[in-house]
């Protein structure tokens, strides 16, 4: 799967389960609303009082899995951050782009908004007909 997949893969389907660590280290996961920014990253909104928000303070390490419909699916590993000034706009752009109603949930001060930056993919199609499992790695 390449970058251009990604972004249709993860816009298509729209939820993912994001998983996180505590500082303990135990595991943590959570099901969001997620987009794709035109560059391969993963945007989704959180409440800045979630569980999520404070293990990526944290730890910025999350593992990521969408879609699970048609035996198709994309686990992702990477880093989470809460972008600033123009990575913030060109995420939040995107994310309102999958999400218009996400414009009404920032007029709350809580939320915030992660960006993931994607290291490392495997794109599982476990159909009979179409079987394929590939590997690859975000630059």
């Known amino acids: 799967m390449n970058r251009a997949g990604l972004i249709e893969f993860v816009r298509a ?7 996180t660590r505590t500082p303990d280290g135990d595991p ?4 969001v609303g997620i987009t794709a920014t035109e560059r391969g990253e993963l945007v989704f909104d959180t409440s800045r009082r979630s569980r999520k ?9 999350v593992a990521v899995v969408i879609g699970w419909d048609d035996e198709l699916t994309v686990q992702i590993e990477g880093n989470g951050d809460e972008p600033s000034g123009d990575d913030r706009q060109r995420c939040l752009e995107a994310y309102f782009a999958q999400y218009p109603d996400g414009r009404d949930r920032t007029k709350d001060p809580d939320i ?16 009979p007909e179409s079987f394929v499992i590939e590997e690859a790695s975000l630059d």
């Open 13 to 19: 389907r729209g939820l993912a389960v994001v998983a």
């Open 53 to 61: 928000y404070a293990n990526l303070q944290a730890d910025q390490r």
């Open 112 to 127: 915030a908004h992660i960006r993931i930056k994607v290291g490392w993919l495997r794109y599982s199609d476990y159909r």
């Open 28 to 31: 943590e996961a959570a099901l």
